[in-house]
């Protein structure tokens, strides 16, 4: 979706860390002021902290856990980000999906069953949902068609946003996804995917939210990158408000939800080097919505991640290297790892 937002105030995305000289900014809705020295201790500062004393160490770099025996090293995808031959147009705010009578690929078909690997995750279930389709733009009137999403209607799915070079978001977060899906199966997690590029669109959004359910996942991300104006940047994670209408009751997720967006904002935050949006959130990193279906219908704990905005100059330089979408799938994947006990 588009958001209209203030320009950018000058702050480096990278300087979160205390060494840069980041404005001031609200993280968990207190204020927080990065000096040139240090950071002042706020509630971003300390939930920071909190966040890090479970992982690695602040001086080291990002690195993927992996299963006892196994290598740690994880080969980029051998998407680079260059521009794609169908643009896509600006995406709208609705990004799940429905039942789909096209071909579905058994991955989004079959409920997850649990792991037989060993690592931390043993046993956990999660579902990642990349958002969108590839194939989206080839079928209009599929995904424009009304599904229920509990307190109204949405269309079905669409097609996303792209970079203004045409590097669509479907493909960025199949991308993801599935460097994801590696990261986790190594800490020993059942991982399934909404959508794998095996079905020519969709799903809709009241499906995606079936597949999360249906699968009795621990923990489900929806994977996204934003359409707002040039000096919007920065990442925020959507969480479910909460709806009781229809088939909708998200009242037993939105406090776990609120855990697992919280883990990942932080980790995404390290790993990435991306600040908070500037243009959502306040500058806490956090939205909450109850207009998405993927959330409105979800019955187990569930978050999107807007992981940057695709025309932003800025943000498209990272979200076009497949170097950084590691870094992004790694920050992702080790705030699910914390909110499931990994």
């Known amino acids: 979706m588009s958001y209209v937002g203030p320009e950018p105030d000058g702050f480096d995305p990278d300087g979160w860390d205390g060494r840069g000289g980041a404005p001031r900014r609200r993280f968990g809705g207190r204020p927080v002021l990065v000096t040139f020295a240090a950071l002042v201790p706020t509630a971003l500062a300390a939930w920071l902290v909190w966040q890090v004393v479970s992982g690695p160490g602040e001086s080291e770099p990002p690195k993927v856990l992996p299963a ?53 995750l043993r046993g956990k279930v999660v ?33 996303g946003t792209s970079t203004n070079a045409g590097y669509t978001e479907a ?32 799903p809709c959004v009241d499906e995606r939210a079936r597949i999360g359910n249906s699968a009795k996942a621990d923990a489900v991300v929806s994977v996204h990158a934003d359409g707002s104006g040039e000096g919007n940047r920065g990442f925020h994670v959507i969480l479910p408000a909460s709806v009781r209408a229809g088939a909708a009751d998200t009242t037993p997720i939105v406090k776990p939800s609120r855990d697992l967006g919280e883990r990942i904002a932080g980790n995404y935050l390290k790993a990435t080097g991306q600040a908070p949006s500037n243009y959502v959130g306040g500058g806490t990193g956090l939205d ?44 992702i994947s080790e705030g699910i790892v914390s909110f499931l006990g990994g």
Do not use: Y
């Open 288 to 331: 909450t919505r109850s207009d998405l279906g993927g959330l409105n219908l979800s019955k187990v704990p569930k978050v999107f991640i807007e992981c940057g905005n695709m025309r932003d100059s800025q943000d498209v330089g990272r979200l076009t290297s497949g170097a950084w979408r590691q870094k992004a799938a790694q920050g």
């Open 127 to 159: 579902v990642i949902d990349p958002g969108h389709n590839p194939g989206n733009f080839q079928h209009a009137s599929e995904i424009n068609r009304s599904v229920n999403v509990g307190n109204g209607s949405k269309e079905c799915d669409t097609t």
């Open 171 to 202: 493909r960025f977060t199949l991308d993801v996804a599935k460097r994801m899906r590696t990261t986790l199966e190594r800490q020993g997690a059942t991982v399934q995917l909404t959508q794998d590029g095996g079905r020519a669109w969709g």
């Open 68 to 120: 006892p025996g196994q290598s740690s090293t994880v080969s980029p995808s051998p998407q680079d980000g260059t521009a794609s031959t169908s643009p896509a147009p600006s995406k709208s705010e609705e990004r799940s999906a429905s039942p789909s009578k096209s071909k579905a690929s058994k991955a989004s078909k079959a409920p997850a069953k649990p792991a037989g690997g060993s690592g931390p």
